[in-house]
C-alpha cells in the first residue's frame, strides 16, 4: 500500500514552493491509488504560528486537495520524540557546542548543554533536541512521524536532499521501515521556471487557485491541453491525476 504525505512548516502561508511540493505528493500518491496525508511541522515554536496552520489547511482545501484521516501536529508530540530519544541509547549524546561554533565530540561540558546530538556514522553528527528552545529537532520529528503514520513514500523538493542521508541512518537506528524517496528538482518547468525562494515566496491567493494549479503542473513538468487552461478546479485535477507522470 502506498502512502505518501505533505508536510509543511506553518512559518508563512502557503507559497508557490509549497504548492508544487502538495502537487507532487498529491498526484504521485493518487496515481498509485495511494492514501495521501497531511502533517503540520510545528515542532519547532519559535518559528511556527498557529494561524498559519489553520490558513495553509483553509488554502489546500480551497485548491481541492483531500487528505485522508487526520491532520497530525508535531506541537502535540513531544512525548513521543522523547521516547525515541530514549530508545536511541548511545547514540545520543549532550553536546556544548554553539550554533556557530564548529561541532566536535567530546566538546567542554563544565560549559552549558546547548543540544542533544546524534552519533552518526555516515554523516557528520547532527542535532535531536535542542536544550535552549527545548525543541526537537526536525530530522527527528520527521523520521518518528513517518514511521508512526505508516508514510511509505516521501516526495519532496530537492532542497530537502541533504537531509535524506540523516533521517535513513536514524530510521535504522530506530529499527523503523525504509522509505522510498523522490525529490523533484527544483528547475524542471517547462517554461524553463526555476523555483527559488524569489518566486516561490508570495502567498498564493485562491480566487487565482486554477491559474496557480496549472502553473504548479506545468512546472512539474506535465503539458496540460490548452482546454484546461482556465477549467474549473475539478476539471483539472481530474485530467492531472489520470495523466500524471512523474518528470
Ligand atoms: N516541513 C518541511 C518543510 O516545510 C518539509 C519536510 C519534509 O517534507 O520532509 O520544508
Redesign the pocket.
Known amino acids: 500500500m502506498y502512502c505518501g504525505r505533505f508536510?509543511?512548516?506553518p512559518t508563512g502561508p502557503l507559497h508557490f514552493g509549497?504548492l508544487v511540493a502538495a502537487t507532487a505528493s498529491f498526484l504521485e500518491a493518487r496515481a498509485n491509488c495511494g492514501e495521501w496525508l497531511v502533517r503540520i511541522?510545528d515542532v519547532d515554536r519559535s518559528r511556527c504560528r498557529p494561524h498559519y496552520a489553520s490558513q495553509i489547511l483553509t488554502t489546500l482545501e480551497g485548491f481541492g486537495f483531500s487528505w485522508d484521516g487526520p491532520v497530525v501536529y508535531q506541537s502535540d508530540r513531544d512525548e513521543i520524540y522523547a521516547a525515541a530519544i530514549e530508545r536511541l541509547g548511545d547514540r545520543v549524546y549532550a553536546c556544548s557546542c554553539s550554533r556557530g561554533e564548529e561541532h566536535r565530540r567530546g566538546c567542554d561540558l563544565s560549559k552549558p548543554v546547548r543540544s542533544w546530538r546524534f552519533s552518526s556514522v555516515a554523516d557528520e553528527d547532527f542535532i535531536l533536541r535542542s536544550a535552549t528552545g527545548g525543541f526537537y529537532s526536525?530530522q527527528l520529528a520527521?523520521v518518528v512521524d513517518d514511521e508512526a503514520q505508516g508514510v511509505t513514500h516521501?516526495v519532496?523538493g530537492a532542497d530537502?536532499e541533504s537531509s535524506t542521508p540523516r533521517q535513513a541512518e536514524l530510521q535504522q537506528a530506530l529499527g523503523y521501515r525504509a522509505l522510498a524517496y523522490w525529490h523533484f528538482p527544483l528547475a524542471l518547468g517547462a517554461d524553463g521556471a526555476k523555483l527559488s525562494k524569489q518566486n516561490a515566496a508570495p502567498g498564493i491567493e485562491l480566487e487565482d487557485a486554477s491559474r496557480q494549479l496549472w502553473r504548479a503542473l506545468r512546472f512539474l513538468g506535465q503539458s496540460p491541453p490548452v482546454e484546461v487552461e482556465g477549467a474549473a478546479l475539478g476539471e483539472i485535477w481530474a485530467w492531472a491525476i489520470g495523466a500524471w507522470r512523474r518528470p
Open positions: 508536510a509543511p512548516s509549497s511541522e526536525y520527521v516521501v519532496r530537502l
